[in-house]
């Protein structure tokens, strides 16, 4: 926390230094300051293009930087750590949708910036324009960034919990069961997440499940799963989501034997590439991926589920959460992190499904970490990764999160078009599409099928009674009754 708050406290000193932001108080500069993005450039990369349209601010602080217009260099700008000199450009951005006047270009080695966007600024500030206009003597406004604006049909439809009936049982957690449901009129199915209240309240997550209720809200992709309403019950809540019958990935893979199937994994990973774009357009990291929360409809289409773990983020965030093997640096470390954990985790997924086993996995967490920590250099590779397929794996498990594939400019196109990808001739249209073949499509007989999932009765915890502290943490749960 000392090591965060410290930086902090520079990139508020970073922050004054901006003419434009002269109108801000010290408060709303230390929230502008969380939600700075490191990004790192390489030599002769260019990091504005003159004529494009802008909305990102950039603060260099380490490296040096050309600044043409018409191809030719009008200056050259330099920062200087030792001295805490920075230099910026892009801060018009911040005020209006113009057009880059300049090309900004790498001269050193690498450049390292600092970046924030105008949707973010206006998320926690609200338009600088408006700020400026305010003058002196105002107070500070930073807006909470809400939940607002969600695109799901939950409660649209009104399912009611009456008229539902159970049919069987599709897996357990510590909290609770998911079930499989039939309505009564229509016959549609669906699977129903009851978590107790009791578990809820013991382990203090009433916070939590009330941000899983909103995450999946917010959410409306063919790529993750589907919420149809919440109910609240005296002893459990329930999420009605969307029944995906083919089974988890995890057991899918150990049942059928396809680690190793370069095909299924390019599939797989690319469902979850679409998934996290989806989430990250929303500024939501998600920070659990692994096979068992992945899964498979009739179809063998791919979904991203259970968004327990998932967190609203601009910026950055502090907690430590997760599966231990699928743990970035950053995590590890708790200097915070952004939405670069998720493509992190991809890399452990891919090299997961190829070999069988994590890259980094270790009897005991520690000694996980410690692996982590040394870097994906040192881990031997299966015979079954190809090449191609290495240099996506490292790309993805780089230990500076800006360096990440998709974190560097040109985002998840630099997954799409890498060689892993373009040499197998991946139809990227057609998977978004939903149009892309399935490698393997499970057998489901029905609606009612629960012969993918092995779950047993006995396997669910033991409800803890729940007693009412009357703090009313529940009562906006409810989509319907």
């Given at each position: 926390?000392?090591?965060?708050?410290?930086?902090?406290?520079?990139?508020?000193?970073?922050?004054t230094?901006?003419?434009?932001?002269?109108?801000?108080?010290?408060?709303?500069?230390?929230?502008?300051?969380?939600?700075?993005?490191?990004m790192?450039?390489?030599?002769?990369?260019?990091?504005?293009?003159?004529?494009?349209?802008?909305?990102?601010?950039?603060?260099m602080?380490?490296?040096?930087?050309?600044?043409?217009?018409?191809?030719?260099?009008?200056?050259?700008?330099?920062?200087?750590?030792?001295?805490?000199?920075?230099?910026?450009?892009?801060?018009?951005?911040?005020?209006?949708?113009?057009?880059r006047?300049?090309?900004?270009?790498?001269?050193?080695?690498?450049?390292?910036?600092?970046?924030?966007?105008?949707?973010?600024?206006?998320?926690?500030?609200?338009?600088?324009?408006?700020?400026?206009a305010?003058?002196?003597?105002?107070?500070?406004?930073?807006?909470?960034?809400g939940?607002?604006?969600?695109?799901?049909?939950?409660g649209?439809?009104k399912i009611?919990?009456?008229?539902?009936?159970?049919?069987g049982?599709?897996?357990?957690?510590?909290?609770?069961?998911v079930?499989?449901?039939?309505?009564?009129?229509?016959?549609?199915?669906?699977?129903l997440?009851?978590?107790?209240?009791?578990?809820?309240?013991?382990?203090?997550?009433?916070?939590?499940?009330m941000?899983?209720?909103?995450i999946?809200?917010?959410?409306?992709?063919?790529?993750?799963?589907?919420?149809?309403?919440?109910?609240n019950?005296t002893?459990?809540?329930?999420?009605?989501?969307?029944?995906?019958?083919?089974?988890?990935?995890?057991?899918?893979?150990?049942?059928?034997?396809?680690?190793?199937?370069?095909?299924?994994?390019?599939?797989?990973?690319a469902?979850?590439?679409?998934?996290?774009?989806?989430?990250?357009?929303?500024r939501?990291?998600?920070?659990?991926?692994?096979?068992e929360?992945?899964?498979l409809?009739?179809?063998?289409?791919?979904?991203?589920?259970?968004?327990?773990?998932?967190?609203?983020?601009?910026?950055k965030?502090?907690?430590?959460?997760?599966?231990?093997?699928?743990?970035?640096?950053?995590?590890?470390?708790?200097?915070?992190?952004?939405?670069?954990?998720?493509?992190?985790?991809?890399?452990v997924l891919i090299?997961?499904?190829?070999?069988?086993h994590?890259?980094?996995?270790?009897?005991?967490?520690?000694?996980i970490?410690?692996?982590?920590?040394?870097?994906?250099?040192?881990?031997?590779?299966?015979?079954?990764?190809?090449?191609?397929?290495?240099?996506?794996?490292?790309?993805?498990?780089?230990?500076?999160?800006?360096?990440?594939?998709?974190m560097?400019?040109?985002?998840?196109?630099?997954?799409?078009?890498?060689?892993?990808?373009?040499?197998?001739?991946?139809?990227?249209?057609?998977?978004?599409?939903?149009?892309?073949?399935?490698?393997?499509?499970?057998?489901?007989?029905?609606?009612?099928?629960?012969?993918?999932?092995s779950?047993r009765?006995?396997?669910?915890?033991?409800?803890?009674?729940?007693?009412?502290?009357?703090?009313?943490?529940?009562?906006?749960?409810?989509?319907?009754?």
């Amino acid at each position: 926390m000392k090591v965060s708050d410290n930086k902090l406290k520079e990139y508020v000193h970073y922050l004054t230094g901006v003419s434009i932001l002269d109108a801000l108080l010290e408060q709303e500069k230390k929230e502008l300051a969380k939600a700075l993005v490191e990004m790192h450039f390489t030599q002769g990369e260019l990091v504005v293009q003159q004529g494009e349209p802008g909305n990102t601010f950039y603060i260099m602080y380490e490296g040096s930087v050309n600044i043409m217009k018409d191809n030719a260099i009008v200056t050259t700008l330099e920062a200087d750590p030792q001295k805490k000199t920075a230099q910026y450009f892009g801060e018009k951005a911040l005020l209006e949708n113009e057009l880059r006047g300049a090309t900004v270009a790498v001269k050193s080695k690498t450049a390292k910036c600092l970046v924030l966007d105008r949707d973010s600024f206006d998320m926690i500030l609200g338009p600088l324009k408006d700020i400026i206009a305010a003058g002196e003597g105002r107070s500070a406004k930073i807006n909470t960034p809400g939940m607002g604006g969600g695109v799901n049909s939950a409660g649209s439809g009104k399912i009611s919990r009456k008229d539902l009936k159970r049919i069987g049982l599709l897996g357990c957690g510590g909290f609770g069961t998911v079930e499989l449901w039939e309505h009564a009129s229509n016959g549609e199915t669906y699977a129903l997440k009851g978590l107790s209240k009791g578990y809820i309240v013991k382990t203090s997550m009433q916070e939590s499940v009330m941000n899983e209720k909103n995450i999946l809200i917010m959410t409306n992709s063919p790529f993750i799963t589907k919420l149809w309403e919440t109910y609240n019950g005296t002893q459990t809540l329930y999420f009605l989501l969307e029944p995906c019958l083919g089974g988890e990935l995890y057991a899918t893979y150990n049942r059928k034997g396809l680690h190793g199937m370069e095909k299924h994994c390019r599939y797989y990973s690319a469902g979850v590439v679409f998934a996290f774009e989806h989430l990250h357009e929303r500024r939501i990291i998600y920070r659990d991926l692994k096979p068992e929360n992945l899964l498979l409809t009739e179809s063998g289409h791919i979904k991203l589920t259970d968004m327990g773990l998932a967190k609203f983020v601009i910026g950055k965030t502090y907690t430590t959460c997760g599966t231990p093997d699928y743990f970035a640096p950053e995590l590890i470390a708790s200097t915070g992190h952004t939405n670069a954990v998720d493509w992190w985790t991809l890399g452990v997924l891919i090299f997961e499904l190829i070999s069988g086993h994590p890259p980094f996995e270790s009897a005991y967490p520690m000694q996980i970490y410690a692996k982590v920590t040394k870097g994906i250099g040192k881990v031997n590779f299966p015979s079954q990764c190809n090449a191609a397929c290495k240099n996506l794996i490292e790309c993805l498990l780089n230990n500076e999160p800006s360096q990440r594939l998709p974190m560097r400019p040109g985002g998840i196109k630099n997954l799409m078009t890498h060689k892993w990808f373009t040499t197998a001739d991946f139809d990227w249209t057609a998977m978004k599409e939903l149009k892309a073949a399935a490698p393997y499509k499970p057998v489901v007989k029905s609606k009612r099928d629960l012969a993918n999932f092995s779950a047993r009765k006995e396997d669910a915890p033991r409800q803890l009674e729940y007693v009412d502290p009357g703090t009313g943490w529940d009562k906006l749960f409810a989509t319907s009754s």
